[in-house]
């Protein structure tokens, strides 16, 4: 099946830096790519809609200027998370999806944990 | 308001016996449903996908139902294995250019041997 990377896979930070998070599919091209967090033992939001070329589409609740979002390329999205404070730990998981295809393939998700 | 639901939030099954899980919506009419295993700490990844106008999905041990009537789908493991241990998402694809996808809570089954 298609392969959707992420990296990092893990991340540490302080409270206050910045983090960015990439988001590849290796072997397709994906206009739309999408980024969720999931918390503990709930399911995966969805925060915002990124497609190539555009601005990306933000759930209601989601600030577009602490989580920036940018789909430079067909195989590309990444997610900024500005000013990192503890309550934005969580999981970070990207998908595609194929345009050939109805299926969003996922990648692995980043641990990011804001001290 | 709009809701999915899993019924179970944990499932515990001896191996050798069948799994069924089980997801209803309210409020909904999805174009797809779509059933995914997530181990921990991983991503979501893809088993089966069904279509509104189709009844029932098939992929080896795997069987997916699809009552739009009744706004369920069912999810069966045939013979499963404590390999099979994990948790189970479902997932409506409600339509529309963007191909959102809104998910359930999850189902965590646990095979025992």
């Known amino acids: 099946g298609a392969v959707v990377s992420q990296h990092p896979s893990r991340v540490i930070c302080k409270s206050g830096t910045s983090v960015k998070i990439e988001c590849r599919s290796l072997d397709f091209q994906a206009t739309t790519m999408f980024w969720y967090r999931q918390f503990p033992k709930q399911s995966l939001m969805l925060m915002a809609t990124s497609n190539e070329g555009s601005k990306a589409t933000y759930e209601q609740g989601v600030e577009k200027d602490k989580f920036l979002i940018n789909h430079a390329s067909l195989t590309l999205s990444t997610l900024t998370v500005t000013s990192a404070h503890p309550e934005d730990s969580s999981f970070y998981i990207c998908?595609?999806?194929?345009?050939?295809?109805?299926?969003?393939?996922f990648g692995p998700g980043t641990r990011l944990l804001v001290l | 308001s709009q809701k999915i639901e899993q019924n179970s939030e944990a499932l515990n099954i001896q191996e050798g016996k069948t799994a069924t899980l089980t997801c209803n919506y309210t409020?909904?009419?999805?174009?797809?449903l779509q059933w995914y295993r997530q181990d921990p700490g991983r991503g979501p990844v893809f088993l089966l996908l069904?279509?509104?106008?189709?009844k029932e999905k098939r992929k080896e041990r795997l069987k997916v139902t699809f009552d739009t009537t009744l706004k369920q789908s069912l999810f069966h493991i045939t013979a499963s294995q404590p390999a099979d241990s994990a948790t189970y998402l479902c997932?409506?694809?409600?339509?529309?250019?963007?191909?959102?996808?809104?998910f359930g809570k999850g189902t965590k089954l646990s095979v025992k041997p």
């Open positions: 997932a409506l694809d409600i339509g529309g250019s963007q191909g959102n996808l809104i």
């Open positions: 069904i279509r509104e106008n189709e």
């Open positions: 998908s595609a999806r194929d345009h050939l295809a109805a299926t969003q393939y």
């Open positions: 409020n909904y009419s999805p174009a797809y």
